[in-house]
């Protein structure tokens, strides 16, 4: 692979979510102190809104590893598309609840609320991350609420943070959760980097994989990964990735445009933003070519043809 061709440690552009790798750009960085401080103070539900790639589950795992495990018990659930007994049991699992094989939904509801209230009584609290949120079903949110209807009067004995895609925001609309909605405090959205920002976030994950050379990606070259990607994280990843094994395949220590455009031809979820952007190309330069045509047309013309269009008859 090219990492001792450009004197890398590790590859600075792989899309998992590593930690060690968290660029705290502002809309991510808003999000984690709002998470940090609702976690803190007890809020209930807190919501987290991202596109796809976005990078939500990097922010869970950031959120997750700076809060005090001296005095927070957490559970991560990645994929919570469950029926209500089995995210029941989910947490359970998560939590190291011990429960016999044959159980039903209340009696483990009951181990679950005797898990929080001897929680609280040794001064820790209990979070619960869910990634992919949209996912959840409709009568497995509600009883997600009513797992959280414990509470002392100060604070609530479960806090539960949402992670997903605005889909989420459609699902939390409907009327039989209604109650679910009112008790979300927090909700934070992320939104793409912009263009300085991917060229500080380009920069800022090679010198985490151990890059100390030269500007190894042009501003040329940042524009071109940043237009195609439109800012979205993991397809900068997946565009500079690409980019820099086409310039190692040509022994070349720089990324050009062409390494570029190779990776874009190379990566399929970035061809219909590319199909979009020929077609509007293409519109603009059409209507450019029409309007330089008419501005050349002698003025007698442009009259005549004008006085048609008006009047219907040739004058």
Known sequence: MYGSH???????????????????????????????????????????????????????RKFLGALNHREFVTAYIPNPYLQPMTLLLACADEL??????????HQLLRLLNRY???SYAKGKRVLLCLDEAQAIPIETL?????????????????????????????RLDNPSIRQLKQRICFACQLSPLNMSEVEFYISHRLAV???????LFPHRAVKAIYRVSNGVPRLVNILAHKALMAAFGEGARVVADRHVRMAVADTESTQGALTVKARIKKYLTALVSAVTAISLLPLTTLVLTGATLVTGSPV
């Open 116 to 118: 929080l209230i001897d």
């Open 209 to 215: 994989a151990g890059y100390r050379g030269p500007r």
């Open 6 to 60: 450009f004197g890398l440690k590790e590859l600075p552009f792989t899309i998992t979510p590593d930690t060690s790798f968290f660029f705290a750009h502002s809309s991510h960085q808003v999000a984690l102190n709002t998470l940090l401080v609702a976690a803190r103070s007890g809020e209930g539900f807190m919501k987290v809104i991202g596109e796809v790639g976005i990078g939500k589950t990097l922010l869970c």
């Open 142 to 170: 509600e009883s997600l609420r009513l797992l959280s209807n414990l509470e002392t009067e100060r604070r609530k004995l479960m806090q539960v943070v949402l992670f997903g895609q605005p889909e989420l925001n459609a």
């Open 96 to 105: 190291g609840i011990k429960y016999p094989q044959y159980i039903n939904q």
